[in-house]
């Protein structure tokens, strides 16, 4: 099956470039375009009501622009609107969500760490998750404060390592041997994460788990792409020096309103 157009990927804004990364390094035949909602982020601290409204407002950008599958690069926009989405768009969404299944089933201490946004932790999704590992101690963290540090390119500033540090501090006393990453702006800090927590916490992100459900529904459900034109295209809203930052400076930002 043979489909030339574009996979869409949406954040609330460069945190979601971490699950692009995983998919282009997998699918690198395949065109993409990113959409970063910058101007609106972090999601993590609104309703509902605004991340369905927000999500939504994304995806029809993202269908306008002929996507063939639409990549939900945000835990927030997943957890709380993933359900409405694929109830108003005919289209396939991959979502992303923390990884608690591979960190529950293979901790060995039965305690393991979330660090995720608020959006995150209080959705009906993460909540039905989380009570399926009833034998597994979830310690919940929201890091306030991460995501827009990250947005306004202060990753590796004093405050940032306050931050985590009081937030992983408590997670290592309670005797954690899993961490796992619920935002996919996260990914970015795992270099400062690593020098905070001891060498036997292992730390889990969905970015490859993700690139992989994409390939699977290529395969079963939407084709895969021939076409020669395989160079990615960024969108975002505002403050696209920072993400131009984390891209590397290798693909121009093209900044519109959506």
């Not at 202060?154 to 796992?180: F, G, H, K, R, W």
């Not at 020098?195 to 690139?211: F, N, R, Y």
Request: aromatic content about 8%; hydrophobic content about 40%; some cysteine.
């Amino acid at each position: 099956m043979i489909n030339n157009n574009p996979i869409g990927v949406f954040d609330s804004g460069i945190g979601g470039t971490s699950i692009w990364s995983a998919i282009h390094e997998l699918l690198p035949n395949e065109k993409t375009i990113y959409l970063a909602d910058n101007k609106n982020a972090p999601y993590g601290q609104r309703s509902k009501e605004e991340i369905v409204a927000l999500s939504k407002k994304n995806v029809e950008f993202l269908l306008e622009n002929n996507c063939k599958l639409i990549v939900v690069a945000c835990n927030t926009a997943t957890t709380n609107a993933i359900v409405e989405l694929r109830a108003d768009y005919d289209v396939p969404f991959v979502g992303i969500e923390p990884a608690i299944k591979p960190a529950a089933n293979n901790s060995q201490t039965q305690v393991i760490g979330i660090l995720a946004t608020k959006g995150t932790l209080n959705s009906e999704l993460f909540n039905k998750t989380a009570e399926m590992f009833h034998n597994t101690k979830i310690i919940e963290q929201v890091g306030h404060g991460l995501v827009q540090l990250i947005e306004d390119g202060n990753l590796y500033s004093p405050e940032m390592t306050q931050l985590l540090e009081s937030y992983l501090q408590p997670m290592i006393e309670a005797n954690i041997d899993y961490l796992v990453l619920g935002c996919s702006h996260y990914p970015y800090l795992i270099p400062q994460i690593k020098k905070i927590l001891p060498d036997h916490i292992k730390i889990i992100d969905s970015g490859e788990a993700v690139a992989r459900q994409t390939k699977n529904l290529l395969k079963d459900k939407v084709g895969f792409s021939e076409s020669a034109d395989t160079e990615p295209i960024f969108y975002a809203n505002s403050n696209p020096k920072v993400l131009e930052s984390i891209l590397e400076y290798k693909y121009p930002v093209i900044i519109k309103d959506f």
